[in-house]
């Protein structure tokens, strides 16, 4: 079956700290790949996506590259910020007919400290 | 947009009771998905539509769940009766069709927290 497994956390970085959150994905076709992100108290956010091999997601800082060599979606920042602490979700999405079903990560904690 | 509305925020129930469970999604959005989260679990998928009809509620405990979209702005997820392990928080999400089948994001909803004492 189709499953994420992330790094475990929860990942404790101080401010301007370079972050990289491991994610490594098992799928039959081919998925796109997601981070999510999840404040104290709110629902889930795309933070951002890539929908094929070698594509970059970026967004607010974030980056991550999807390689299919290695089946791998790692989540890197170059500098945290304190508002960056919050839940990071991976997942995937395999299309099959017109479904789109999410599979996520179990999720990862980042606390970033002053 | 107001973005996907789930009600309430918070509910605190006693085992046996009947929950209902309310989400309205984006105006346009074809997909509502169902998810719940705990600790232990993670997060799952519960049931998702499509233009109203249920496509999968293969995680769905069938037994006490039930899940129905009546109208394109109005779904509800209903237990009956609650036991204390459906106590999570329960997220609503939709989405809309991509062209030629792609994946279109998920909005998430707030959340319900549901106690079951």
């Known amino acids: 079956g189709n499953s994420v497994t992330q790094m475990e956390g929860p990942v404790t970085l101080s401010e301007e700290a370079f972050l990289t959150i491991n994610c490594t994905y098992t799928?039959?076709?081919?998925?796109?790949l997601f981070w999510y992100v999840q404040y104290p108290g709110e629902g889930l956010q795309l933070l951002l996506k890539?929908?094929?091999?070698?594509d970059k997601g970026s967004n607010k800082g974030f980056e991550a590259t999807y390689r299919k060599e290695t089946t791998s979606f790692h989540l890197e920042k170059g500098s945290v910020q304190v508002s960056d602490s919050a839940v990071y979700f991976c997942?995937?999405?395999?299309?099959?007919?017109?479904?789109?079903?999410?599979?996520f990560g179990t999720g990862t904690r980042l606390q970033v400290t002053l | 947009d107001a973005g996907v509305i789930q009600s309430p925020r918070h509910e605190v129930t006693e085992m046996g009771q009947e929950v209902t469970l309310r989400c309205k999604p984006i105006?346009?959005?074809?997909?509502l998905f169902w998810y719940r989260q705990t600790m232990m679990q993670g997060l799952e998928l519960l049931v998702y539509?499509?233009?109203?009809?249920?496509?999968?509620d293969s995680g769905m405990p069938k037994d006490r769940f039930s899940a129905k979209m009546p109208n394109a702005s109005f779904s509800t997820l209903k237990i009956q009766p609650s036991e204390p392990r459906d106590s999570a928080v329960y997220f609503c999400?939709?989405?809309?069709?991509?062209?030629?089948?792609?994946?279109?994001?998920?909005?998430f909803g707030p959340g319900t927290r549901l106690t079951v004492l």
């Open positions: 105006s346009g959005h074809d997909y």
């Open positions: 997942a995937l999405s395999l299309i099959t007919g017109t479904a789109s079903k999410l599979t």
């Open positions: 999400a939709s989405s809309s069709r991509g062209r030629g089948g792609s994946y279109n994001e998920q909005f």
């Open positions: 890539a929908t094929k091999a070698d």
């Open positions: 799928a039959t076709g081919y998925p796109s």
């Open positions: 539509f499509n233009n109203k009809a249920v496509m999968d």
